[in-house]
């Protein structure tokens, strides 16, 4: 077993770096992107008219607030006594969400402030209107969480992958597909959704644990096997194997998986991106971002996939110190890492009702 911190870091600032690099080009042609940046695209980090640092988008602000939700879980279970469940997990997670829904300018039905606690609300960087996804909009809007039971929707978009993350750095090995899958239905409930969002977090619980990027994908693609609806799943990702030993990696290969608006492109598109580069964190995120697509989307995932394989220590500390809501990052991370502390100062921060 390897669960290395630096790991950890790597992770959830990978992916942010990922997403801050992709966002000035997202919906973007890569002929645009081309003549906007140079024959070869965007090539660095661009700070925003708000400030001198890149910005993240929503994808990395629902990664925080999944990582908060899981950590309240084991608050709320260690307070309790009782055994934390995969459904339970994905009922305090729906309840962050629903705190990050208040950080867009939003609230939710039958909620009061006392509600919107703990430290990651509080933080006023996570502010402001990043043009989330309309499926997450509407269904947290309701305030009614979707299960794997009873679905709210029949919606395939990346919403459910690119905040997922964090469950492959905090849960066990037999609950971390269910609980990924558990957590993904709350906003979209096609299948592809939420097996995609399993396939990521348990890719990443394996390369915490010390196999190989290809071993890892293998025992997440074992465990898609055993639910019900994953032959398209399925099918993307050997797809993104199979190309992955076909002639250089290029952006023009990307278009085999269609937009990365759906998540099964996404994540095969990151598979492709991470599987064409696993040694060069950089190389591979630029190639998830110079392409016809949901770039911040794709080079997220990339990030998060080969932020955990390679650790913090393989991305280039320029990208790191360009990046806003560091310091943020790097506590969650740290706190992930730790999992759950008997302190006063732990409960206060991640209040576990």
Known sequence: MRRCKEQFYGCLIGGAIGDAFGAPVKNMKYEQIQKMYGEQGITDLIATMEGPKATITDDTQLTLFTA???????????????????????????????????????????????????????????????????????????????????????????????????????EVEEDVFEVASRIGVITHGHPQAYLSAGILATWIFYLIEGYSLEESLEQAIAKLKMYEGHEECLEMINKAIELTKDSEPNADKLLNFGDGFMADDALAM???????????????VKLAINQSGNSNSVAAITGQVLGTYLGIDAIPNKLVESLEIRKELEQISEDIYVRYEETEEWQKRYPGW
């Open 68 to 170: 908060e939700g899981l950590l309240r879980s084991i608050v709320r279970a260690n307070q309790k006594g009782i055994f934390r469940t995969p459904k339970d997990t994905a009922m305090i997670t729906f309840r962050a969400y629903l705190r990050w829904l208040y950080t867009q300018g939003l609230s939710t039905p039958n909620w009061n402030s006392k509600s919107y606690d703990g430290w990651l609300v509080k933080c006023k960087k996570l502010y402001g209107y990043k043009e989330p996804g309309i499926t997450c909009i509407t269904s947290l809007g309701k305030g009614v969480m979707g299960t794997l039971e009873r679905p709210l929707n029949d919606s395939k978009r990346c919403g459910t992958v690119i905040k997922i993350a964090p469950v492959g750095l905090i």
């Open 270 to 284: 990151a598979v492709y991106c991470t599987l064409s580069y696993p040694n060069d964190f950089e190389s591979a």
